[in-house]
């Protein structure tokens, strides 16, 4: 209540909406193996595959996947509106506890609604390896307006390196030849989120 539930991990989230653990594991133990099974699957997620988790019963499992659906009809269905860093978040906090740098790539229409959030990378970040094309192939074909770049430092600091702001430099006038504008690369750590835009790292 004091830091708000972006503070969260996504293992306190998953925590919460539990409520309690099994015999065997704390709610946190458990919320951790069933993020360890379940990464990257939540659209194939089912009863069956969380019963499969030790200590995840029939009660647990439909309680999860009921919490995942009203999250698809009330959220993903209606168009999020990003007016400052602060707004795209929640659509990216899950990579702030990553053990590797994820690099996602936020598409946005011309009134700055969200169309969609896809992991380009994962790895360390360079220029070699975040590329314009597999950056802008998603929002071209989404017909983007403008994107929103986003990266976890799994070492905590939020001070960008000389890598992030060569990457956003290169990728800001990639941008500007398609058409497609850069409004701003976001650091996120457990600690906090720094806008490399609003900071002036970028000019």
Do not use: W
């Not at 990257?40 to 997620?45: A, G, K, S, T, V």
């Not at 936020?106 to 975040?130: D, F, W």
């Not at 398609?178 to 790292?201: R, W």
């Amino acid at each position: 209540m004091q830091r708000g539930v972006e503070a969260l991990s996504d293992t306190e989230l998953l925590a919460v909406l539990l409520g309690s653990g099994s015999k065997k594991r704390t709610v946190l133990e458990l919320a951790s193996a069933i993020l360890t099974k379940i990464d990257h699957r939540l659209d194939r997620l089912t009863v069956n595959t969380l019963q499969e988790i030790d200590g995840v019963g029939t009660a647990k499992a439909c309680q999860i996947i009921a919490s995942l659906e009203f999250a698809r009809r009330y959220l993903f269905n209606r168009r999020t509106v990003i007016n400052k860093p602060a707004d795209i978040l929640p659509f990216i906090n899950h990579i702030a506890a990553k053990k590797q740098e994820y690099f996602i790539c936020v598409s946005l229409n011309g009134a700055n609604e969200m169309i969609a959030s896809r992991v380009v990378t994962v790895g360390l970040l360079t220029s070699n390896q975040v590329h314009p094309r597999e950056v802008f192939a998603d929002p071209i074909a989404d017909r983007a307006a403008a994107v929103i770049l986003a990266h976890n430092h799994p070492s905590g600091t939020l001070k960008p390196s000389g890598d992030d702001i060569q990457v956003t430099k290169r990728l800001v006038e990639a941008g500007k030849i398609l058409g497609i504008e850069v409004l701003d690369h976001i650091i996120v750590t457990q600690d906090g989120h720094i806008s490399l835009m609003q900071n002036s790292t970028v000019s």
